[in-house]
């Protein structure tokens, strides 16, 4: 969806490493998503928020933390990567019991 | 705990062709249910939602069918091209919640 996109797309680094993903929107959207995504496995959720600063974990959130300090800015940061979290990372916006629309997808290899 | 079991979980059929593909859930309360199509190396984009008032809603080429009290969907797709070939998902959501469940998918080829 054009009014969602996330950075980088592609990201590469090294086990121990700290990593942030941004995603960003421009809907006004209240609620936010991230998820991860991998083979076998239907999309995963890590966190979710539902306002400004207003964060809560999903079903797979261990190794994650999130933060929004705006309502267009979702960040999830990898404190210390592991081998494990190397996925393809999706975040969502959404109304509430409305659609959600995805973004494009962030790629993350850890070594 | 919500579930959703779709099926078949992968589908060749040749260009030019019908298929359906199927999706049970367990969300209760349930409030809604939808189809998203999602292309390798894309995030999934929305086909349709169907409310639990809903029996049938058509979107081209797409038809999505919901049993609410058989906790069933499925999504038909008429006269397959090329393009249709992806991953199908259907997150159902319950009433009063924000969060989606996610099954695995159907991946579907449509080959010339």
């Known amino acids: 969806d054009a009014g969602i996109t996330q950075s980088p797309r592609h990201k590469v680094t090294e086990t121990g490493t700290p990593v942030t993903l941004r995603c960003h929107q421009t809907?006004?959207?209240?609620?936010m998503y991230w998820y991860r995504q991998d083979p076998g496995h239907g999309l995963r959720l890590i966190h979710y928020?539902?306002?400004?600063?207003?964060?809560d974990k999903g079903e797979v959130s261990d190794g994650y933390s999130v933060s929004r300090s705006k309502t267009e800015d979702f960040l999830l940061t990898l404190e210390s990567a592991t081998s494990s979290q190397t996925s393809v990372y999706f975040c969502?916006?959404?109304?509430?019991?409305?659609?959600?629309?995805f973004g494009p997808g962030t790629r993350l290899t850890v070594l | 705990k919500n579930q959703v079991e779709q099926s078949p979980q992968s589908l060749i059929i040749l260009e030019g062709k019908n298929c359906t593909l199927q999706?049970?859930?367990?969300?209760?309360?349930?409030?809604?249910l939808r189809w998203y199509k999602q292309d390798t190396g894309r995030g999934p984009v929305s086909l349709t939602i169907?409310?639990?008032?809903?029996n049938t809603k058509s979107n081209g080429r797409y038809t999505a069918t919901l049993d609410a009290d058989t906790k069933q969907s499925s999504l038909h797709i008429t006269a397959s091209q090329l393009s249709d070939s992806a991953s199908y998902i259907c997150p159902p959501s319950g009433a009063g919640s924000y969060q989606l469940t996610f099954g695995k998918g159907t991946k579907l080829s449509v080959i010339p």
């Open positions: 809907e006004n959207h209240r609620y």
């Open positions: 169907m409310t639990f008032s809903e």
């Open positions: 969502a916006m959404g109304s509430g019991a409305g659609e959600q629309f």
């Open positions: 999706c049970n859930y367990t969300v209760s309360p349930f409030s809604n």
């Open positions: 928020s539902y306002g400004v600063k207003d964060t």
